[in-house]
Structure formats: structure tokens, C-alpha cells
């Protein structure tokens, strides 16, 4: 890689969308496949999400979750059996419809998502009130069939996710699973990818095919945009009455079984990437990033020795203590080049090692987000590097939740709500009759949608009137541009 | 769950089809999926995946290996470029045809093995020498379109397993991968679930398509058949010239890369429950069950609280020193019922507490392959949970490394193949001119193939005639019937 590969040529302010697929392309994070909506995920773009994958899945499994693994295909006549299903994701499957040289005799469909296959097994499963509640979860690859333009992690016909199904006896346990794992995402974006978010609940026109309750949360990236980063779904009996998932209750007698689903996919990399990065490349908080320190000695030929040998020192102290921390020592590269690679690849902390800092016994170090440099005695280093991490993680996370703060508006009338997210983006909050009609007035003008309501249904709308139709208000609406 | 369906019905030595496929629904390894050649993985099965992905996922990265992940589907032109590949792979791939309600223009396969895909990637990125060698690893599912009878993990339509791609300088660093994964395959067999395997290669005609060589590591099951359990291929040039794989030099020369693959699919679950599982159910080597020990206490009225206490206390120091143990303190439940039932699923080692335990501050250990029962101090608990783990895991592998030495036997003529493999199974080697040909007379006569020949190509035949033709022979070929 030259000097000039380096540099990111896009502006994060000006060209957003440029900017981002060139960060994904030079951090080495993606390549665009051969056929379009595809992406080819690298190495350094898959880190992060075993990264993620393991942070998520602990807690998954804390809570009572079990990983299973069901078939990528789903015979379309399965995918019949809930109607909302069917209606929902008919136009964007994709239908394999011959093995080796034969036709086969039903079509199948690439899972775009797999309730219509694991329901019918969970009520196999699923006797007697002792076997509830049952969580099962799975990692994988979907299909959508989307004819959008392909945007890596924000926007591919396959995409990685995990799904979660789960079934229960009633109501209240099957609310309360749906928002332990809305709380579960919540917690990954804030603890983990340094990213605050708004929890709501999705308009009823925009709920997941057959689901009573589609719960979200949205992150509001730089520009102004809202990423939908995970959605869980109370899907009440109806997945149940469909697939026959019923149980003897403690009476003996037959019960409807009430279920959830809840999932996460690779857009969550997407909202990180863009959330944080910068002009000079992808920028990572230390909980997820892969290389969590870059050491940079500096030497002349005559303190070489010394330098690499203190520098060795501290990159196995920072082993020891469990920190992932990469010894830049290549001959052929000089310190700035190295500064740019580093962060390009979105290393959170350098340390800068020249004979100054040895004969000081000390380290110079610098945080990415911001250049900020400071020198620390070499004394107690792994607790020190510890510290920096956090330091760094409150910069990205105040820097997000300050993006936040500043944009949610309040509007009361189209052309205020049009004005205010054409010029600031970010949400708009106003009164909702409910009715999907008045979202389609917004979006006829603009590409803006209602992406959250709250949550509690009862709670009292912002104002007593619709913004669009001046009627009774029934609630809150967010409106949004959206990834 | 009733005491009934808890009993296996089958037998392991007389009906070993039945009894595998009785073993796996009943431990809850799997079920059948609704199209044939599907399976689902139910969390019990899933979870000794997961164990194994750990250990073997672990070693790759220790090497140098780093995942990533690549499409789904493969575009028919991509698969044509290597014309050993659409040979080999062309009648069992699975065809997507349509996105949505539009045909595709160029169908789409779904990977049966995505070197096609990989390749042209790894030649995109690879520019010098420096660039090398490139090590990718991804874990995933694949599909093959075979028409055979459904054999949960052996034989199933999709099947889940990772492939390795890696390129490399030139012809000796590729060998050093082909076999150092070949030795990460043999190490998962011989310490992780207890399956001492043979190390071999392919013949000519049994190749994976486009390879130059495929070794093989081949674990014998005790019915006589042989579990093809891993495959590592030295690939040559030939995808590399198919893909322009080339890079630069240190003189600035052009050089055409040479490539490697190697794949470990769920079929090495099949072989581990196939090899140790007996007539009670599952048996599972502790270095990969779920639960390493189940604690049954066994109480009267009067002496439940102190016996449950004891058990509590135990299940503490176990769980602290990192054993995974599992307190079955049901009330509904007899201990014979809960002993059958942890046998059933496999649990390999069996604490039993009673008041004399208690008085006598001891504990019953009892080991899942055989019964054996030995009463030990309280103290130290889980230092002797582990060296009872070491004893379980050594009787699994004594009992399957009899097995395999048992089983090799010489052969001189077709009559001498064919009777020895009808009466014992296992292996029969004998020597081999390397005509397919010769492997076709055996195989019109019983279901035995050519497994393996010496991974040294110059090793000296085991007689100096082939077996079947009298010609001179070239290698030694080792026989056996295959799952």
C-alpha cells in the first residue's frame, strides 16, 4: 500500500455516502461481490462482528438462551401458513428451484427469516407447560431480494444476523422476554459500540408481518439519519395459531402458546462504522476494536536496540494483562506512515516509543478519535492503557449522545416538519393521529418516515393535535430520514 | 419425558442404522427437516458443534488464519472458470433462479464449496510477495444436492463445516499448510473426541476436483465402515492460473501462486456419536460434553436438606475451578430416572449423593462408558472431577483405538478383499497398481471403495503385486466399506 492509498479522498460532511463506502474499502473491512446487493466480508470487517457476536451471545446464553441451527431453505408452502408472512416477504425471496439437473417439485425459499421453519418445530418441542419457555437463537445469513442500491452492512440481499425465537405461556412472560432482548440491544450499543439510542415501538402499519408489537432501536448516525440497529417482536398467538404451538397449562389443559422474535444483523457494523469514523478512516472504540493499542517505536540507527527493546517490554506487559496490542516494528515504513495505517484501521490508542521515552521511562500516548497526546510514566502501563481505553470510549460515546441531544425537534405542522428535517435531519417529534396516511403526506415531499413511537402505548402525545391533519393526536410520531 | 422414552430400542451392534438415527432424536442431537435431506440442529447437537468450532477455530488463528465471509451464491460463470470444478460439483448444485417474481438473468449456485468465489478475491488482494502467504478461514453452511438417504451430521443435503483458503510463495510452503491442517484435523480427533484416526491420501480418481493432492484423515466406526472426517488439499496452480492468482517477486517476476484448501464439516459429530455411544444412549469424551458431570442427590424426607446442601456446596467448587455441572435437584424425578436420563444424553461423569456421602464428607463418581464406580474424598473435589475426566476420556480412546489396530488386515487377491472386509469391516490393505479400474472390481462386488494410500507417494507398496490385477504395484491402497 502506497503513501497515497492512505488518505481517504471523501469528506465525511460533504459526501457522506462516498466517504463511508471508501472508509469500508480502504480499512479493508468489504469488497463489493460480483453480483450486485453482495458483499464479500474481510477479515478486519469480520473481527468486528465475532467481536460483537461474542459480547451479544454471552448474554444471550446468561438469559437462558440455547443456539440451534435450522435449515437455509424453507418450502414455500410453509412460508404459506402465516399469511402475513407470506404477504411481507413474497416479492423479496429468493426461490431456488433445481437441484443438480432436476426441477424440484416445490420451490424453495432462501430463508428471509425463519420463523415459518422454527415454529413448526418449537411446537414439535413443546408438550406440556414444563417445556416453556423455550429460547432458541441462531446466527446466520439471510436473503432479501431487495433492489436497492448496495450499500456494505447497511444495505446487501444477504446479510448476517442472528434471529431469536422464543415461546411462552403467556402474554406477560412473552412482553417481558421482548424487551429484555430490546434492553440486550440497547446494552450493546451503549456499552459496547459506544453508540446511544432511542428505544420505540415501530407504527402498526410498519410492524414485522404478523407481529402484534415490533419494539426497535434507533441510532442516529452523523448526517442525520436514523439506523433501525435491532428490532424485537411480541407476535402474540399468531405464529402460534398458525404453526399449532400449543401446551397443557398446569390444569391439563390446551393453551395457545405466545411467542417473540428478535434480531440483529450486520447493520449495527454499519451504524459503528459510520458513527465514528472520521477523514482520516475508520475510528473504533477500544471495547470492539481487534487491535486495541498500536505500539510505534521511533528510532535512529544509533538507539534502534534500545528502543525496540523497551518497546518489546511493554507489548508483552500489555499481553499478559489480556490486551490485544500490536509491536509496529517494520523496517520499511516510517513512523508517519505508520500513524496513517493505524489510523486508517481505526487503532483507538497508540503509543509512541522514541529514546526520549526510554531514558524517561515513559510512553507518549495518543488517542484516535482526536490526536490528543499525553505522556504517562511506563510504571503500571497495562492499567494505565486500561484508563485511556475508557477515556477514549467517553469521547465517542459523548461526541454520539451530543449528536442526539442536538436533534430531536419538535414540529407542529408539514411544512415544519419538512423545514426542520430538510435542515437539520435528525428526528422530528410532533403529534399522530395514526393514520398511515399522514406519514405518506411527509413522504411524498421528503424520504423521511415515522421510524418510533413510544413505546407505552397510554403514554400522552407531545401535542394534543396531528401535526399533518390537525385531528386528535392517539400519540407521539418520530419522523426520520432512515438507512 | 416418560421412563419409556428414555429406553433406546435399537441395537448399536445389530441394527446400527436405526440405533444411530434412535440416538440422535432421542439425546436431542437433531431432527429430520420436512424436505429430505434436511436436518434441524436442536441446541444439544448445536452446542457440540460450537465446542468443537472453539477448539478448532482457536488453533487456526494460533497459525495465522483469520475468518471472514464470503456470498451464499455463486454466479454460473464464476463456478465454469475451473472446469474441474463445474465437472465435479455440476449435478448436485443448487440453483437460484428467481429474485423476488423476476427471473435472474445468471442463475445463481448455491455454494457446494466456494473456492470459485474465493479465489478471484484472494487474487484481487494479492499484489506482491509481501502480500503472502494469505490464510482465510470461513464457518458456514453449504449444500449438495446428492440423492441419498438422509443420515443426521453423515449425509445431509445442507450441511454446516468450515473451509480454509489459503495461497502461498511457492510448492513447499503450501505442502507445510496442506499438512499442518491435516495435523490440526488429526490433533480435534485424537484430544478433543477421543477417535484416533488414520492419516492418508486420496487416490488419483477419488481427488477433490482441480486438486493436485487430497489427504485425508479416516476414523474407522465400530461397525467396520470408515468416516472420511476431514479432507486438506494441495491445490497446485490450477486455481490460482483459473483465478490469475499471480503476484510479484522479490525480483519483481511475475509468479503464479500455489494454493491450498481444507475443510472439517459436521460430519466429524456423526463419527463422534457413531464411535462411543452404546445402547443407553449418547457418550460424550468430557473434553467436549456440554455437562461434564450431573449431581444427583438422593435424599429420604428426614436427610434432604443436608444432602442438598452438600450437593450445593460441591456444585460451587466445581462450577469455580470452570467445570461445567449440572445440579439435577428435581423433585419429580427419581434417581433412577435421572440417571438414565443424563446417561441418555451423555453426560460423562455422575456425582451420586446420599446421607452416607454426606457423613463420610465423600462422593460416588460414577464413569458414563462403563458404570464404574469409585467413592472419593470431598476434599480437592475438582482436582479429582478432573483426573476422573482424564480416566473416561482415555477409556473412550482405548476402546476406539482397539478398534481401528483390529482392523487393519492384508490382503492378497479379490476373493481375500472381499471376505475379509464381509466378515470384519475395518480396513484391508494390499498393494495396488493405481487403476481405477482395479478399485471398480471390488466395488461391483460390496460397497468398499479405496479410502486411502500412504501420504508418502514413495513409500514402498505393502506387496510388491496388485492385489486384484497381479500387474506390479505402484502404492498401497487401503479398502473399506464408507459412511
Redesign the interface.
Known amino acids: 500500500m502506497s503513501e497515497q492509498e492512505l488518505g481517504i479522498t471523501e469528506s465525511k460532511e460533504y459526501a457522506t455516502g462516498d466517504w463511508y463506502a471508501e472508509v469500508v474499502q480502504k480499512a479493508k473491512l468489504a469488497?463489493y461481490?460480483?453480483?450486485g446487493g453482495?458483499?464479500?466480508?474481510?477479515?478486519r470487517?469480520?473481527?468486528l462482528?465475532?467481536a460483537l457476536q461474542d459480547h451479544l451471545d454471552g448474554w444471550f446464553k446468561e438469559t437462558g438462551v440455547?443456539?440451534?441451527?435450522?435449515?437455509?431453505?424453507i418450502?414455500e408452502s410453509?412460508l404459506e401458513r402465516e399469511k402475513d408472512i407470506v404477504e411481507g416477504f413474497?416479492?423479496?425471496?429468493?426461490?431456488?428451484?433445481?437441484?443438480?439437473?432436476d426441477e424440484l417439485e416445490e420451490r424453495?425459499a432462501?430463508r428471509p427469516t425463519s420463523e415459518s421453519?422454527i415454529a413448526?418445530?418449537m411446537a414439535?418441542?413443546t408438550r406440556s407447560h414444563r417445556d416453556l419457555p423455550l429460547r432458541?437463537n441462531q446466527w446466520?445469513?439471510v436473503?432479501r431480494?431487495e433492489?436497492t442500491e448496495t450499500k456494505p452492512f447497511f444495505r446487501t440481499?444477504?446479510f448476517?444476523w442472528q434471529e431469536g425465537h422464543t415461546a411462552h405461556e403467556d402474554e406477560d412472560e412473552a412482553w417481558d422476554e421482548t424487551m429484555l432482548r430490546l434492553d440486550q440491544y440497547e446494552q450493546l450499543f451503549e456499552d459496547v459500540l459506544a453508540i446511544p439510542v432511542m428505544r420505540g415501538r415501530k407504527p402498526e402499519h410498519d410492524k414485522f408481518p404478523g407481529a402484534h408489537t415490533t419494539t426497535t432501536v434507533e441510532a442516529l448516525m452523523p448526517d442525520g439519519k436514523s439506523v433501525q440497529s435491532a428490532t424485537s417482536h411480541y407476535l402474540g398467538t399468531s405464529f402460534a395459531e398458525a404453526f399449532d404451538l400449543t401446551y397443557t397449562d398446569e390444569n391439563e389443559d390446551e393453551q395457545v402458546a405466545h411467542t417473540t422474535s428478535w434480531g440483529l444483523s450486520w447493520r449495527s457494523l454499519g451504524a459503528l462504522i459510520m458513527t465514528h469514523s472520521d477523514d482520516q478512516g475508520l475510528v473504533l472504540p477500544p471495547t470492539i476494536a481487534p487491535t486495541q493499542v498500536a505500539i510505534v517505536p521511533i528510532w535512529q540507527e544509533d538507539t534502534k536496540d534500545e528502543v525496540l527493546e523497551y518497546a518489546e517490554e511493554i507489548t508483552d506487559e500489555l499481553e499478559e494483562a489480556g490486551i490485544s496490542v500490536e509491536l509496529d516494528d517494520r523496517d520499511e515504513r516510517n513512523p508517519g506512515f505508520k500513524f496513517n495505517e493505524h489510523e486508517l484501521n481505526g487503532v483507538p490508542v497508540r503509543f509512541e516509543i522514541g529514546p526520549h521515552e526510554v531514558d524517561d521511562e515513559e510512553i507518549t500516548i495518543v488517542h484516535r478519535p482526536d490526536g490528543e497526546s499525553i505522556v504517562e510514566d511506563r510504571e503500571d502501563i497495562a492499567e494505565t492503557a486500561e484508563e485511556h481505553f475508557d477515556d477514549v470510549y467517553e469521547k465517542l460515546y459523548d461526541a454520539a449522545e451530543e449528536n442526539l441531544e442536538e436533534n430531536v425537534r419538535e414540529a407542529e405542522s408539514p411544512p415544519e416538519i419538512l423545514g426542520t428535517i430538510g435542515k437539520h435531519g435528525g428526528y422530528v417529534e410532533c403529534g399522530w393521529c395514526g393514520d398511515e396516511a399522514c406519514e405518506t403526506v411527509i413522504k411524498d415531499e421528503i424520504a423521511a418516515e415515522i421510524v418510533m413511537c413510544p413505546l407505552d402505548r397510554d403514554e400522552e402525545p407531545v401535542h394534543d393535535e396531528c401535526a399533518i391533519c390537525d385531528d386528535e393526536a392517539e400519540e407521539t410520531a418520530y419522523f426520520a430520514r432512515t438507512y
Not at 38 to 43: D, E, G, L, Y
Not at 66 to 73: D, G, K, V
Not at 90 to 101: C, I, K, L, N, R
Open positions: 469488497d461481490a460480483p453480483m453482495f458483499i464479500v466480508t474481510r477479515p470487517g469480520y473481527a462482528w465475532e440455547t443456539n440451534a441451527y435450522f435449515p437455509m431453505f418450502p410453509f413474497d416479492p423479496e425471496v429468493a426461490w431456488v428451484t433445481h437441484g443438480g439437473h424453495l432462501v421453519i413448526p418445530f414439535e418441542w432458541l446466520c445469513s436473503v431480494w433492489a440481499k444477504e448476517l
